[in-house]
C-alpha cells in the first residue's frame, strides 16, 4: 500500500497562523509570477521601449531596489527579469516565514499548542 503524502493544509497547519501566511505569501508570489510573464511578453513587443519593467520592479520592490546596482548589459535578454523575479519569490518566503507563527503540537488530548 503506498504511502499518503501530506497535503498543503496539513503543511500549513502545522502553524500558529499558517493559513493567515498562506494567504498572504500565496497571491504575493503569484503577482510575482504574473508581473514576470506580463513584462516578457510585453518588452518582445515591436512597439515596446522597455517600460514595461517598471512594473516588475514595483511589485518586488523593496528588495528589487538593491538590484538596480547589477550591471547592464548582460548577454541575454532574459537574464534581467531572473533577479527580480528570484527576489520577488524570495520576498514571498520572507512573508512565509514571519507571518506563520510558532510551529504547534499536537498534546495527549488532541489540542494544539505552540512549541517552546
Not at 503524502?5 to 504575493?28: K, N
Not at 513587443?45 to 548582460?74: C, K, N, R, W, Y
Not at 520572507?94 to 504547534?104: F, P, Q, S
Request: proline share 9%; hydrophobic share 50%; charged share 15%.
Amino acid at each position: 500500500m503506498p504511502t499518503m503524502r501530506p497535503s498543503l493544509t496539513h503543511y500549513v497547519s502545522r502553524y500558529e497562523r499558517g493559513t493567515f501566511a498562506l494567504a498572504i505569501a500565496g497571491p504575493y508570489a503569484l503577482i510575482v509570477v504574473a508581473a514576470t510573464v506580463y513584462v516578457e511578453i510585453a518588452t518582445r513587443q515591436p512597439d515596446s521601449q522597455g517600460l514595461e519593467a517598471l512594473v516588475l520592479f514595483a511589485v518586488t520592490s523593496p528588495l528589487s531596489e538593491l538590484l538596480m546596482f547589477l550591471p547592464l548589459g548582460l548577454p541575454s535578454p532574459l537574464i534581467p527579469s531572473l533577479p527580480f523575479t528570484a527576489a520577488g519569490l524570495f520576498q514571498a518566503w520572507l512573508i512565509w516565514l514571519i507571518a506563520r507563527g510558532r510551529r504547534t503540537r499536537t498534546t495527549a488530548d488532541g489540542d494544539l499548542r505552540p512549541e517552546l
